[in-house]
């Protein structure tokens, strides 16, 4: 008896229908968006942290770039001149 008397008074929330999933779904990615969105507004060490970083990142990558990264095959024109550029850096 208690049990039919628990299962008529308990509210349940029948999650079976896809609109429903969907729904709960999209709720649950406006929460995590709302949730970083207020973080990222209230940030006031974090920006200038983030600027630094983004700005350490640029640097590395340009660096990277002109000195790693030099030559190139497509920079060569034609076979011969491929063929020797691989030569000469795979040989040792």
């Given at each position: 008896?208690?049990?039919?008397?628990?299962?008529?008074?308990?509210?349940?929330?029948?999650?079976?229908?896809?609109?429903?999933?969907?729904?709960?779904?999209?709720?649950?990615?406006?929460?995590?968006?709302?949730?970083?969105?207020?973080?990222?507004?209230?940030?006031?060490?974090?920006?200038?942290?983030?600027?630094?970083?983004?700005?350490?990142?640029?640097?590395?990558?340009?660096?990277?770039?002109?000195?790693?990264?030099?030559?190139?095959?497509r920079?060569?024109?034609?076979?011969?001149?491929?063929?020797?550029?691989?030569?000469?850096?795979?040989?040792?």
């Amino acid at each position: 008896m208690f049990s039919t008397l628990h299962k008529l008074h308990s509210p349940t929330i029948h999650t079976s229908t896809p609109r429903i999933h969907l729904l709960l779904r999209t709720s649950m990615l406006k929460n995590i968006m709302r949730f970083y969105a207020q973080g990222f507004a209230n940030m006031t060490l974090g920006r200038t942290l983030w600027k630094i970083i983004i700005i350490k990142l640029l640097v590395i990558f340009i660096v990277l770039k002109f000195f790693i990264y030099g030559d190139s095959i497509r920079d060569l024109g034609g076979a011969d001149e491929r063929r020797d550029f691989v030569l000469d850096n795979l040989a040792p």
